[in-house]
């Protein structure tokens, strides 16, 4: 996989015109965009058809925590509108991750990756919910990946910092999508557990997630070049 595969940049905007003008401006730099709830409920699913429609893979990240049927339901929405992938809640255990899974199958593009511990969270956190069996955060990412692979996912989504782990649990099949992830030197915004695009990828990651260090510069597709220039390093 080249560098610029492994990228996907956060359309993390509350409005389409914003996500339009950003991927205009990106071009043939980017192949990938991840759309989460607040881009899609502000514009619907017709911004998922026209990435598609421009032949960019899109990462559908709902974070799917419902019934099974109900998940079920929104993960064949998500494979008929061409999605590359979509997002399950692992914490909701073995019966909700099997029906993403199952309901991907009719589907042979879309992959279905389970989220562990959002990348915001800290053991603190975990105890306020009364995750307490964990001995760490990291000890949590693990257990959840394991249970979500069991499931028959395709990948999971956790923070840099626990990709390496991660890869010698797991092996060298699944993917393993990093959000959190930021330049050298910069800040890591809401994100507790972070990590550069480099070290995620070292470490065993197969897709990093960027967002502000693309979005919020004065030059998108610059700054996008920056992120690749340190995956080749």
């Not at 980017?30 to 960019?56: D, H, N």
């Not at 069996?133 to 626990?162: F, K, M, N, W, Y």
């Amino acid at each position: 996989m080249d560098a610029t595969s492994r990228i996907i940049v956060a359309l993390d905007f509350d409005d389409r015109r914003a996500a339009d003008d950003l991927v205009a401006r990106l071009g043939e730099e980017c192949r990938f965009y991840k759309v989460g709830l607040e881009l899609l409920t502000a514009a619907g699913p017709g911004l998922i058809e026209s990435l598609v429609g421009q032949g960019k893979d899109v990462f559908l990240d709902l974070k799917l925590f419902e019934i099974p049927n109900s998940v079920a339901g929104a993960v064949r929405v998500a494979g008929s509108l061409g999605v590359s992938m979509v997002t399950v809640h692992a914490m909701g255990g073995t019966g909700i991750v099997s029906a993403a899974v199952e309901a991907a199958r009719d589907f042979p593009g879309l992959r279905v990756l389970a989220l562990t511990v959002v990348t915001s969270m800290t053991a603190a956190d975990l105890a306020d919910v009364g995750v307490t069996g964990a001995a760490s955060t990291e000890d949590q990412v693990v257990r959840l990946a394991r249970l979500a692979r069991g499931a028959g996912c395709h990948g999971v989504i956790a923070s840099p910092r626990e990709a390496g782990r991660l890869r010698g649990a797991l092996g060298p099949d699944p993917l393993i999508v990093t959000p959190g992830v930021t330049l050298p030197g910069e800040s890591s915004g809401g994100h507790a557990r972070s990590g550069t695009p480099r070290a995620a990828v070292a470490a065993g990651a197969s897709h990093v997630v960027v967002g502000r260090t693309v979005t919020r510069s004065d030059d998108p597709a610059a700054a996008f070049r920056l992120v690749r220039a340190d995956l080749e390093r």
